[in-house]
């Protein structure tokens, strides 16, 4: 992965943290782990959004 698309998922994911927070939704520990994941090129985004509902499934309280 460039790094161009590193920063821009990174970028992402602390503006959806951050709209969390200002929703009064944070996101939970295990999503965050899994973004940064993502984050690190070690999930595809695909992935991260199969990973996003199996948590929605399993009743996670978190911002996804």
């Given at each position: ?61 978190c911002f996804c």
């Amino acid at each position: 992965m460039s790094q161009q698309e590193r920063k821009r998922r990174e970028r992402a994911f602390k503006i959806a943290s951050a709209v969390g927070k200002i929703e009064g939704v944070p996101i939970s520990n295990e999503v965050r782990k899994l973004y940064l994941k993502w984050v690190d090129g070690e999930l595809t985004e695909q992935q991260l959004i199969n990973e996003l509902n199996r948590l929605r499934r399993q009743g996670d309280k978190c911002f996804c």
